[in-house]
Structures are given as C-alpha cells and as structure tokens.
C-alpha cells in the first residue's frame, strides 16, 4: 500500500499539545515522523574531551495518525488517482487533494 505521507511534505498536526502547528516531514519511520519544528525537547549534552557542554533544541517523533496533509493552513484529506500512460502501458499513484482536485507532489 502506498503511504499517504513523504520526506518533504507539509504537515499540520491535528491532536496533542501542538496542535495547529505546521511543519515539513524530516523523516519517516514506520508509523512515526519527524516535523519540523514540532514536539521540541531540550537536550542537555555533557562536555566530552575539547567539546563543551551544550543544550541543544531537538525535535522528537509523532505518531503518523497525529499529522494531517495542510493546504491554505488548514487540514485536508488525500486520494490516490491512478494514471496509466497509453504507450508502455505503465500505472502512476498520484497523491491528490480531496477538496481542490490539486497533485500533491
């Protein structure tokens, strides 16, 4: 089954303690993303050797059911349309918005 989300895509979370954020999928793994921006934990980092200590910004995983595709800031749904060239006889899955018929790329 094709996944409805991509490395790229732009996303707004729809639960949890940021919702209304919107965000670029960093990476996917199996059911959870990365967002930019989205689920910040602060990390401590301890000196080691010549390095100094540091606290760093980083963003932490959520979970794919919590994020929806975004479209003039606001949530949309996704269909799969399949278009087959004539030629080589050859089928494409095309993300596609439910609501302004517009290819997700």
């Known amino acids: 089954m ?3 989300f ?3 895509d732009q996303v707004i979370v729809i639960t949890g303690s940021d919702k209304g954020k919107i965000g ?5 793994l199996n059911d959870k993303v ?8 602060t990390i401590h980092k301890k000196p080691v050797g010549q390095q100094l200590g540091q606290i760093k910004k980083e963003e932490r995983s959520i979970h794919i059911s919590n994020i929806s595709h975004v479209e ?5 749904k996704i269909k799969f349309v399949i278009n087959s060239s004539g030629e080589k006889k050859s089928t494409k ?3 596609v918005s439910k609501k302004t018929g517009k290819k997700i790329e």
Do not use: T
């Open 2 to 4: 094709a996944n409805k």
């Open 72 to 76: 003039d800031g606001k949530s949309i």
């Open 34 to 41: 990365i967002v930019e921006g989205v689920r910040l934990a």
């Open 6 to 8: 991509k490395k790229g």
């Open 24 to 28: 670029k999928i960093i990476s996917i």
């Open 93 to 95: 899955k095309d993300r």
